[in-house]
C-alpha cells in the first residue's frame, strides 16, 4: 500500500514510522528540506535505540527505513492510495493543501486529516469528491501511542469508514470510532481532568502538588492534572480547552482557566520552558521549588474529595458522550485507557462506584454552586432509575 504523509513534524513523523514498519511504501512530505532532514535523522536515533533494546534488528531497521522516501514536492504524492495530513492546526491551510491534491490523485483514493480539534465535515466539503474525505486522529508519540481515533464525516463512504479501520487495525493500532464533534472522544471527555483540577486550586482548596498526588496516590493515574498541563504546554492545553469550549457555543462545562491563561500569556508553557505551574531543572520538578506534599498533612478526607470531584466530572462527561452518540462504551472506554492512559474506562470506573453514587456527587455539586457546569448527564439519571449499569464488553 501506497501512503502519503504531509508534514514532518513531530506527529507526522511518528506517523511515517507507524506506516512503514507495517509494511507501506510512505511518502513524506513537507516544503521544508531541513524539516526532512530532522525527521530523517529523528527516525535514524529512534531506530538505533530499539535495536539496542533488542526490539527489532538491523534487517528491520533497514527495512522500515527503505520503505521511505522523502519528498518536496506535492505532485510526488500522487500514486497513494491513502494521504494523511498531518500540519498545523488552521482550517484554510488545510482545505488548500487538500484542494491541490485532489487534482494529482485517484478519486478513490483516501485522504485523511490527524486533527485533534478541527471539524471534518468542512475540511471534507473543500474537495469536489468529499466522500473520501476522514479523520484519522493518531496520539503522541504515535509509534508508542496505541489509540487512533477514526472520525468519519458526515459526507464519508461507509466503504471508506471500513477500509480505515481495517488499514489503522493492520497497523496494529487499537482504532475507535467516533462521531464528528468537537474534541472527538478523548479531548472532549478529558477536559474535566484539567479544568476541574484548576477549579479547586482557584477555589483555594489544594495546591497544584496536593491535586496531582491525590489523582496518582489515591486515583492511580501517571500523572497528575498540572504534571500533565506543564508536560503537554499551557499552550497547547489551553487552545484546546478554549476550542472546545466555543466549538460547544460556550457550554460552560469546558470553560477556560484564567490561572492556566496567564501562564500561557507570561510563556510559562511547562516543561520545555522550564517553569510552568511547577519549575523544572533538567526535565524534572525542581524539589528546591516545590517540596513533596507531606502526606501526614495532607489528609485522607481531602484527597479523596478531591479524587471524587474530578472523578465523577470525568464520568459524567463520558456518560454524556455515550448519551449523544459520540461513539459506543466500548470505545469510549477504550479511548480513555489506550489515548491518555487512564488506569481504567470511565464507564466501567462508573460501574464500580455506582451509577446511584454518580448521580449524588453531581447533583451535590450542583447544589452546592448552581451552575450548568454540574449538570448531571440525562443518561445517568436514566440508568439509576432504571437500575441499570454501563454495557462497555
Not at 491535586?211 to 492511580?220: H, N
Request: glycine share 6%; hydrophobic share 40%; with cysteine.
Amino acid at each position: 500500500m501506497k501512503v502519503a504523509i504531509i508534514g514532518a513534524g513531530t506527529m507526522g513523523s511518528g506517523i511515517t514510522q507507524v506506516a512503514a514498519t507495517a509494511g507501506c511504501e510512505v511518502k513524506l512530505y513537507d516544503t521544508k528540506e531541513e524539516a526532512l532532514d530532522k525527521s530523517k535523522t529523528k527516525l535514524e536515533k529512534v531506530l538505533a535505540r530499539l535495536i539496542e533494546k533488542g526490539r527489532i534488528d538491523l534487517d528491520e531497521k533497514n527495512r522500515i527505513q527503505s520503505n521511505i522516501t522523502y519528498v518536496t514536492s506535492l505532485k510526488d504524492l500522487g500514486d497513494a492510495h491513502l494521504t494523511i495530513e498531518a500540519i498545523v492546526e488552521n482550517l484554510d491551510i488545510k482545505k488548500q493543501v487538500f484542494q491541490e491534491l485532489q487534482s494529482l490523485q485517484s478519486q478513490d483514493a483516501i485522504i485523511a486529516s490527524n486533527t485533534s480539534s478541527l471539524s471534518i465535515a468542512s475540511i471534507a466539503a473543500s474537495l469536489e469528491s468529499s466522500e473520501r474525505v476522514i479523520g484519522i486522529h493518531f496520539f503522541n508519540p504515535a509509534p508508542l501511542m496505541p489509540l487512533v481515533e477514526i472520525i468519519p464525516a458526515v459526507q464519508t463512504s461507509d466503504k471508506v469508514k471500513n477500509k480505515v479501520v481495517e488499514i489503522i487495525t493492520n497497523w496494529k493500532k487499537v482504532g475507535v470510532l467516533a462521531k464528528d464533534t468537537p474534541g472527538f472522544i478523548v479531548n472532549r471527555v478529558a477536559r474535566p481532568f484539567y479544568g476541574e483540577a484548576l477549579r479547586i486550586y482557584e477555589e483555594g482548596g489544594a495546591s497544584f502538588a496536593e491535586i496531582d498526588q491525590a489523582m496518582k496516590t489515591l486515583g492511580g493515574f501517571r500523572m497528575g492534572p498540572f504534571e500533565l498541563m506543564d508536560f503537554i504546554g499551557n499552550d497547547v492545553n489551553y487552545t484546546v480547552t478554549e476550542t472546545v469550549f466555543k466549538e460547544f457555543y460556550y457550554d460552560p462545562r469546558y470553560k477556560p482557566s484564567f490561572t492556566q491563561k496567564r501562564l500561557s500569556e507570561a510563556g510559562y508553557l511547562g516543561r520545555k520552558t522550564e517553569k510552568g505551574f511547577y519549575h523544572y531543572k533538567n526535565g524534572k520538578i525542581d524539589k528546591n521549588y516545590h517540596p513533596k506534599v507531606d502526606s501526614e498533612s495532607f489528609e485522607d478526607e481531602k484527597a479523596n474529595q478531591i479524587l471524587d470531584r474530578i472523578l465523577v466530572m470525568l464520568i459524567n462527561e463520558a456518560a454524556d458522550a455515550l448519551f449523544l452518540n459520540i461513539a459506543t462504551a466500548k470505545d469510549i472506554d477504550l479511548a480513555m485507557t489506550k489515548g491518555v492512559n487512564y488506569p481504567k474506562g470511565l464507564l466501567s470506573w462508573a460501574n464500580e462506584k455506582g451509577i446511584n453514587w454518580c448521580v449524588e456527587k453531581m447533583d451535590a455539586l450542583y447544589d452546592e454552586y448552581h451552575e450548568d457546569r454540574y449538570r448531571c448527564s440525562p443518561l445517568l439519571r436514566k440508568m439509576k432509575k432504571l437500575n441499570k449499569t454501563f454495557q462497555v464488553s
